[in-house]
């Protein structure tokens, strides 16, 4: 890879990128594919926001594209198998164009047999870029238009902290990460491995990044983190919530995703005096059995984490609570499974994502005894998923009849007059609307409700 400094690096590529674009007679276009989490969102975002400084323009498909970049997910085996179809789909576009440039970005570039894949199954793909390795786009780029070997690039300088330009394309929602990597090693996560370990940007810095996107007219702000409140730089993560909170303005600020180890009195403190704070709290329970909480490594007992919702629900009645689980960790009994069936009639949250385990290679649970097979697993799922819409609904319902505010999004793709927007508490709204309310704060009467969206009526813009 290029030892030459970044600014160079980027001037080089687009003076040769200039040049190809005018005798082709129009810009050189990046398509760019996300898969995954919010995080990858914005690593997408710094990756595009590269792409543009070194003079290209957003293509709208990638047959007209000259780079095609995918930031990959590797959390679970579904999501790995359907990025390689999208990969094997962009085998004809190089056919078509043999100088269009394919990157494969994210965490799947973390792992070395994934690698070792792309390398001999996917010869098209030009290069790869681990998570922390993003920021070396220039160079791969550079590299490969000077004639370079195709490049696996798995241990590259970690940019994770650097400045990098961004392309947003939220609108007025916008993602800010603070932190990057993962300290916890939880038995079936491959994201420590893929991610690294943790590192926090300064306050100053993040503090400045959310100023200014307040001062643009940006709404909606999520913080960004594997473990969002294990963040430490100069200050811990309640200390940077309660700096962000001063900052004048009309916004929401979210953060995601929580620890429950690390969910602090000084956080739910926060969260309950704060101006601008989403009144919802993300917290990734898991399972509700202790036996395979301790298996996954998760370093807390129902108990515990019983404890953390009392205390958030003590200083805020209505605080939307909202969890990860997963069913069929290996060694998962009937009883254990009851145990989570309890829990979520004793915590009530308002919405759980849940996901049927995915054995991840190089992970402790990939080895443990008692892998569940799968037509137990699919059961557990779809009883969890069933109780959970009705106690989503029931959570939903006392919204009827209230208003709420709401930050409008845009219409819906099958009716132009139904547009959507989220409550502060993060719930999907849909209501009747037109262009002028997006990116607004405006109130809705709630007319119905259902487990995963509301419906409403606008009472004023
Ligand atoms: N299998 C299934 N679900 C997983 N998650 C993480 N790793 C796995 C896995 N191997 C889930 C966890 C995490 C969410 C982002 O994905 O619930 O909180
Ligand atoms: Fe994975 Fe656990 Fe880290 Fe979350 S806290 S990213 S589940 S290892």
């Not at 009639?345 to 990939?366: K, L, N």
């Not at 999004?409 to 309310?437: C, M």
């Amino acid at each position: 890879m290029e030892k030459r400094e970044k600014g160079a690096i980027v001037r080089a590529v687009k003076e040769k990128n200039e040049a190809l674009a005018s005798s082709l007679g129009k810009p050189l276009g990046v398509y760019i594919v996300t898969f995954g989490c919010q995080q990858n969102e914005a690593d997408s975002e710094r990756l595009r926001g590269m792409a543009h400084e070194m003079g290209y323009v957003d293509a709208d498909t990638p047959d007209e594209a000259s780079l095609i970049l995918l930031n990959t997910c590797a959390i679970r085996e579904h999501a790995e198998l359907k990025t390689l179809s999208v990969i094997g789909s962009f085998k004809k576009c190089k056919e078509k164009n043999p100088s269009l440039l394919i990157g494969v970005c994210g965490c799947m570039a973390a792992e070395s047999h994934r690698v070792e894949e792309l390398r001999h199954r996917y010869p098209y793909v030009d290069f790869t870029l681990t998570p922390a390795g993003i920021g070396n786009l220039p160079s791969a780029i550079l590299d490969r238009i000077s004639g370079g070997r195709r490049c696996f690039y798995l241990d590259t300088p970690d940019t994770v902290l650097d400045e990098t330009p961004i392309a947003r394309t939220g609108g007025h929602r916008a993602y800010v990460s603070i932190m990057y990597g993962c300290n916890n090693f939880c038995s079936y996560c491959i994201v420590p491995y893929v991610r690294d370990r943790e590192r926090s940007r300064p306050s100053c810095e993040v503090v400045a990044e959310v100023l200014s996107l307040v001062r643009s007219g940006v709404k909606d702000i999520t913080l960004l983190g594997q473990n969002v409140n294990s963040y430490r730089s100069d200050v811990d993560f309640p200390a940077l919530l309660s700096m962000l909170d001063e900052i004048p303005g009309e916004y929401i600020l979210r953060f995601m995703t929580s620890h429950p180890k690390d969910a602090s009195d000084a956080l739910v403190d926060v969260i309950a005096h704060a101006k601008h704070v989403e009144p919802h709290f993300h917290l990734p329970l898991q399972s509700g059995s202790d036996s395979v909480l301790h298996r996954m490594n998760r370093r807390y007992t129902l108990e515990k984490y019983m404890g953390v919702v009392k205390k958030l629900r003590a200083v805020l009645p209505d605080i939307a609570l909202s969890s990860d689980i997963i069913v069929g960790f290996p060694g998962e009994t009937d009883e254990d499974f009851e145990d989570t069936m309890r829990a979520l009639e004793e915590i009530r949250f308002d919405s759980v994502y849940s996901f049927i385990y995915s054995p991840r290679r190089g992970t402790p649970a990939a080895e443990m005894e008692g892998q569940v097979p799968s037509d137990v697993a699919g059961a557990r799922f779809t009883r969890l998923l069933e109780r959970q819409a009705d106690i989503s609904r029931e959570k939903n319902l006392p919204l009827v009849g209230k208003e709420v505010r709401v930050l409008a999004d845009g219409p819906s793709k099958t009716d132009s007059s139904v547009f959507s927007g989220r409550t502060d508490a993060g719930k999907l709204v849909h209501f009747k609307a037109d262009a002028e309310a997006v990116g607004k704060f405006i109130t809705v009467h709630i007319d119905r409700a259902e487990s995963f969206a509301l419906y409403g009526t606008v009472t004023s813009k």
